[in-house]
């Protein structure tokens, strides 16, 4: 793909030094002592039709970012522009009319069901709230056709969220996501909370989804293979800043940055003929609260220098032929991920 290749794509979503800071506070009157950094000037496009992933340690802030970007959490500063337009400050009630193009799947599907409602009354809620349909009538044909777009029986419309696996749930969540027919979907960890052949299940229904609709992802996950599966592009965080963003293909083959190496480094691989040189890190990740200076990652970095201690690395083009793939790293590496090829010793 060619930079020529997304300018001519069209945007649907663009974030622009997007930062949100959590205050502490304390003392007797309650003063803000201190703020958790949480996202930190954060700027990139997603494309229609692409399924862009975020990946990153726990507590990065990438659960943060996709609810900024909702607005379910208020961002401190930034810019978030959909569809050519301005969101950031957009009054409450015209926010809500603009949710119906962007929903989220959450990742727990045990808790963001009320399980005092029945799936009929799960998925007509927001058909209600956004009045999409007239009739009682109307509205349980498009509940029925909810639970068959994500392949559930319809008898499933008079069971409460108790009654279902955990698999069954997030079809369920998918399914209310779905419900008010937007272009745009946070996917927040959704397969994190299930058995590893629920996920692909699941994962797999995403993917056929979006062909059917024409959907757009930001596809949150710890999970490096489930992201590489479902990505056209993918941003790594780190302590609340984009250490890397690629195309998932050479991201994966060709990463630049040291901490996004190191994560590969550490995807267990099923072909026990292949042995990888493990990036060991050392120490902890650095507290939110009081980043380091220059770098966040140089603590961290195999390959820190002094300048990284001193001044913060900006997402600059590390590939000149694609045009497309950015490393906020003042050293970036062009050498692929290591690989090394052994023979199993024979059975005594």
Known sequence: MSSNDNANKEVLLS???????FPIKGGILGREVASVRAVQNISFDIYKGETLGLVGESGCGKSTLGRCILRLIEPTDGQIVFKGQDITKLPHDEMR?????MQIVFQDPYASLNPRMTIEEILG??????????????RRKRIYDLLDLVGLRREAVSRYPHEFSGGQRQRICIARALAVQPEF???????????????AQIVNLMQDLQKELKLTYLFIAHDLKVVEHISNRVAVMYLGKIAEIAKSEELYTHPKHPYTKALLSAIPVPDPTFKKDRVILQGDVPSPINPP??????PRCPIAQDK???????????SAWDGVHQAACHF????????????????P
């Open 15 to 21: 974030v622009r030094n997007l930062t949100k800071r």
């Open 97 to 101: 009319k603009l949710r119906r193009n």
């Open 125 to 138: 809620e927001p058909l209600i709230i956004h009045k999409l349909t007239n009739t009682k009538e109307e």
């Open 185 to 199: 979907l946070v996917c927040d960890e959704p397969v994190s909370a299930l058995d590893v052949s629920i996920q």
């Open 293 to 298: 200076s220059g770098c966040f990652f140089h």
């Open 308 to 318: 990284c201690k001193v001044d913060f690395p900006q997402l600059a083009d590390v």
């Open 332 to 347: 970036p590496s062009d050498s692929p991920l290591p690989t090394t090829k052994r023979t199993l010793a024979a059975a």
